[in-house]
């Protein structure tokens, strides 16, 4: 079946750092695609989301990038701080109506160094 | 605001016996609910869609007589798994997109179920 993959599994980085976390998906018909970072024993925490008629989308120290051609995605986090450790997942839905159902990539663990 | 409320957040059941999950929508009117499971080190995987007053949806490989899905209103959706298993135990968690939000799907804190 189709699905969303990442290509790094654990991105470590300096404090301070920026952070790029890359996603792949394969659901050509996919468009809206959502970026959400878990710790440890909680549920997924929106970070910021894009539809496919965009191709960048700025939030406060994200920004998320489309590729549609290529059909990439990418999360990009400025100034990395300690807080910013955790799972990052990208997820993707058809039509981003409330019953699409959200598919999830592996998840990209993301370590900042002090 | 769009909070969804899982309970319990832990559970620990000895083998063979039923668990229920819940959750709520607390502010919104929820008429559909997902309903997903985390292995650790791993991603969400969804299990099943729950639509208000209508049965379940089931992905593939998801057993639907172990996995009861009920969705009587519209602000609470339950998850009860069924004479559980070692090979149960998981995170599980459920998540909602609340009408007209534009900040994506709306997920519950998790419910970490151990059965022994």
């Known amino acids: 079946g189709e699905s969303v993959g990442l290509h790094l599994p654990t991105l470590s980085v300096q404090e301070g750092d920026n952070s790029i976390i890359n996603c792949a998906y394969s659901?050509?018909?996919?468009?809206?695609f959502i970026w959400y970072k878990q710790e440890s024993g909680k549920g997924p925490q929106f970070i910021i989301d894009i539809r496919s008629n965009m191709d960048k989308r700025q939030g406060q120290r994200v920004t998320v990038l489309l590729n549609k051609t290529v059909k990439h995605l990418s999360l990009q986090i400025a100034a990395t701080q300690p807080g910013d450790s955790a799972v990052y997942f990208c997820?993707?839905?058809?039509?981003?109506?409330?019953?699409?159902?959200?598919?999830f990539g592996t998840g990209t663990l993301l370590a900042v160094q002090p | 605001g769009a909070v969804v409320s899982q309970h319990p957040s832990r559970v620990i059941c000895k083998s063979g016996t039923s668990v229920k999950i819940e959750c709520r929508s607390l502010d919104f009117q929820a008429t559909t609910m997902f309903w997903y499971r985390q292995f650790p080190k791993q991603s969400l995987m969804l299990m099943a869609t729950?639509?208000?007053?209508?049965?379940?949806?089931?992905e593939q490989g998801v057993e639907k007589d172990k996995f009861l899905i009920n969705h009587a209103s519209l602000t609470l959706s339950t998850l009860t798994v069924t004479s559980a298993h070692p090979e149960d135990s998981s995170f599980y968690i459920c998540s909602s997109l609340p009408p007209g939000r534009d900040r994506g799907y709306t997920f519950g804190s998790g419910t970490r179920l151990t059965v022994v």
């Open positions: 997820a993707e839905a058809l039509g981003g109506g409330a019953t699409n159902k959200l598919i």
């Open positions: 729950s639509n208000e007053g209508s049965k379940a949806t089931y």
């Open positions: 659901n050509s018909a996919s468009d809206y």
